[in-house]
């Protein structure tokens, strides 16, 4: 009997769990700062901005998802919600995501609705001061 209470509450889980699937292009999206993987003192972000200056409505915000799958990780916008975007700088570590070891990799990837997938570049932060400098 308690064999099949666990199984019956482990199926019921399964069921609550649901994978959004991709609802913007990353091509459709106005960034100030295109997604890249951004490497500082070992450890790698994701890291993006949107743009708001698109001369129209303030752009609203789209939930960021993650997942693993056949070697590769991937991130990808939902559909835009209701909430306004206020521009601010992403930085977020895919440590959190357990994407460390597909960074090392080069498998980061974002996913796009037509399930293409673009790599997403990793810049070291010391070059991206280095070229400030110049």
């Given at each position: 009997m308690k064999y099949f209470i666990a199984m019956a509450f482990l199926f019921s889980l399964a069921g609550c769990i649901h994978l959004e699937p991709p609802g913007v292009a990353l091509n459709d999206v106005r960034f100030a700062e295109s997604p890249y993987i951004l490497k500082r003192d070992g450890n790698y972000y994701l890291h993006y901005r949107i743009s708001l200056d698109d001369g129209?409505?303030?752009?609203?915000?789209m939930v960021l998802y993650a997942r693993k799958s056949d070697g590769k990780a991937y991130y990808w916008f939902s559909v835009p919600i209701s909430h306004p975007e206020y521009g601010q700088t992403i930085e977020r570590p895919l440590a959190c995501d357990g994407f460390t070891e597909y960074a090392e990799q080069n498998a980061v990837y974002w996913w796009n609705p037509d399930y293409s997938e673009t790599r997403l570049e990793i810049k070291?932060?010391?070059e991206l001061k280095h070229r400030l400098n110049r």
């Open positions: 129209h409505v303030k752009p609203v915000q070291e932060e010391s």
